[in-house]
Every structure is written in structure tokens, then in C-alpha cells.
């Protein structure tokens, strides 16, 4: 067995294709959730917001019995495409054997929240099914990335625009020798880095160990031992900023927090919306006003190892101390708001009255990605927001 593997994809049609498939939820308000629900009765959204499980399975399996999902009779690779504005990556989703994560092949690199964790793992268990691949990148290959561009020439067999904005378009590859190459080619680079998905990577590990214990013949080949992946070259995924809100100042008033911060940071107001161009220099919304922040003294060295990760300065040398906040993963304090709903995004949460004070920060690089997941260490949760992402139920993966 391979590395990375051709499967079986159960796909939409091409004519319910861009009606079934779903965005990450972030990117949608209650209203437009409610509206596509109600417009697209066939959306993966009425499977992932029905009433239960109950409705949630037997909608899964309409889909199935009404031939809106339909089961590719042959393995297959299956190139994928994303574009938006300016940016295009193009990357090939496959299976992965789930043991090459806890050796290592496939190497994450953020903290996890439990309860996200096991709510996925009961919903793939409930489908018996995977909707949504694992987001990941494979150092570039010039070979691997040669061949998936000369697929591109083909028609692809899907080509539209998703709720997210971007244009998503996809190609089968069944032909043997093609998948054959693919297969060498990632062996060869045997390894690869979790962008997006480390909740749901958690839950197939758990889902899998479940049903291992269910199974009395386990022979370690079953479905439910491998996982479906996206696979981008680094030099191709983008990351975006992950801001942070905060609901109070901690009882500080407006004046006094400028103050208190001003004892470790340089304060320095802006004329406009202040988005931070370099690592250590960070931005503040609070009352309608925009500051820069550069922290006075040079940060320590290797405190934890990751101090230096800006999300860990800003937390350690500003939102701890000053604000009280604790651990991210459960303060009811602090939100998150990902880098595509821009700075306004922050102004308009502050200006509500949803969050108190807002701080927009440089995104992380990818070479922290990479070095954290090489060391075998762990971002706080929250670190990275890689964008595009792949569409949920674009191909999916059964674990029949």
C-alpha cells in the first residue's frame, strides 16, 4: 500500500454539484445558512444542521437512494482547483492510512478543542462517512506538480463558483499508470503537513479505534483505517491573518487600559485602519480608534519554545496580564475572527458591542508551520487560517 492512495469517491452529479457541496460555516451568517437550506434541498446543509441524527442520516442516505451522490465504480485521484481574485492553487485529494499520522508521515501542528473533536467524530460515525477532507501540504515537487498541471488541459468535471466566492473545478484521474505516478511521487516525498482539519483529524483517529473495537476480525485494511486528504504544494496555500476579540477590558476603563498597556508596549495612534506588515507590531481597534502596537523591549527567547509566534507574544506580554484572559480554548472571553472578513470585520464587531477591544495581527508564516510540526510541537489553537479551502461533500469518502 502507498503512501497516499486513489479511492472510490462518492460525488454529486454535475448538475447538483454546486447545490449539494458547502463552505466552512464561518463564512455564513444564520440568514444565509437558513436561506441555502431552503433554497438547495439536496446541500450537505441539511444533513450538518438537521434536527438530529436521526434526520441528518436518513437525509444522507435520500441523497444516496435518489442518485444526488453517486459512487465513483472506480479508484481514482481527484484534482482540485481552487481559485479566487488573484490566487489559484491546485492540489489532488486521495487517501491516507491514519497510522501515518501517529508515525509522522503526516505531521499537524495546532491544538485542538475537545468538544469540536468528538462533535465530529459522532457525526462521521453517524454517516459512516467522511464529507470533507483533511486540508493538507506536501513540500513542491516539481515532477508531482508537472503532472497535475498537464491534467488541467482536460475538461474538468466540475466548474463553479461556491458560497465562498471562489471558482472550484475538479478532474478524475483513473487512468492506472497516471495513478501509478502519483502514488511513487508522494512516496518519495513521504510527507506532509496539516493546514486545516486537526479536529477532524482527531476525530477519525478516535472514530477509527472505535470501530476497531467493534470489530472482532480487524485486519487494519478496513475503510475506517484510512481517511480522505487534500494535498496543496506549500508554495501554493495562502494563510490569513486569525484575529482576536475580547468582550471587556477587565474592568479597566478605555483610558486607563492605553495606559496600563503603554507600560510594555509603544502606543501610537492611527489615522486609519491599521493592519500590521511584519511579525511583533500589531493592530488595536477600541472605540472607533485604531492603534499600533510594537512591544518596547525585545521579547525572551524560547519561552515555551514558541513565544516568538505572535499570537503567543500578544497573548503572553498583553491578554494574560492585562485582561485576565486564560486558556483560549475555553475563556468565554476571547473570540476569533478570521483574516478574510478584513479589518472591518474587527470594526464592526467593536462597534456592535459583540467584543470590547479588537487586535489584528500578521499572519502566520508557513515556515512556522512547518517548524512546529517538524519539532513535534503544537500552535494554540487559532493560529492559522489557510484560505481557500476545500469544500465540504465536493467527493467524499465512505467508510463501507
Known sequence: MYFINPFKGLRPTEE??????????????????????KNNPWSYLNVFKAENNTKSKEQFELMKKKSILIKDNRSSFYIYKISTGNHAQVGIIGTAKLSAYDN???????????????????????LNAQIGPIYAVYPDNKLLNDLV????????????????????????????????????????????????????????????KFKQHQNHNHTGEEAYNYFMIAIFPTSQARILDYNRLIKDLYGYSPKDFIKEIKKKFKVEKQNSSFKPKKSQIFGMYLEKQWYSLELKEKPHQNLFHIINLDINLLHYYLLEPTLGIGDPRYDNRIDFLA?????????????SGEAKVGFALFATQMKNV???????????????????????GLVSYDFE
Open 149 to 208: 498541471e498537464k491534467e488541467l488541459v482536460n475538461s474538468s468535471i466540475y466548474s463553479f463558483e461556491g458560497m465562498d466566492g471562489s471558482k472550484h473545478e475538479m478532474w478524475v484521474v483513473n487512468d492506472e499508470k497516471k495513478i501509478l505516478k502519483i502514488c511513487d511521487l508522494f512516496n518519495s516525498i513521504n510527507r506532509i503537513y496539516i493546514a486545516d482539519g486537526h479536529h477532524r483529524m482527531d476525530a477519525l483517529l478516535k472514530l477509527s
Open 370 to 392: 512547518i517548524s512546529f510540526a517538524d519539532k513535534k510541537l503544537n500552535m494554540p489553537p487559532k493560529s492559522t487560517w489557510f484560505d481557500p479551502k476545500p469544500l465540504d
Open 104 to 126: 509522522l508521515h503526516i505531521r499537524g501542528h495546532e491544538e485542538i478543542f475537545f468538544e469540536r473533536s468528538q462533535r465530529r467524530m459522532k457525526q462521521m460515525d453517524n
Open 339 to 351: 483574516g478574510f472578513h478584513g479589518l472591518e470585520g474587527i470594526e464592526k464587531k467593536v462597534n
Open 16 to 37: 447538483n454539484a454546486s447545490s449539494v457541496v458547502i463552505t466552512s460555516t464561518d463564512h455564513l451568517s444564520e440568514d444565509v445558512i437558513t436561506d441555502h437550506k
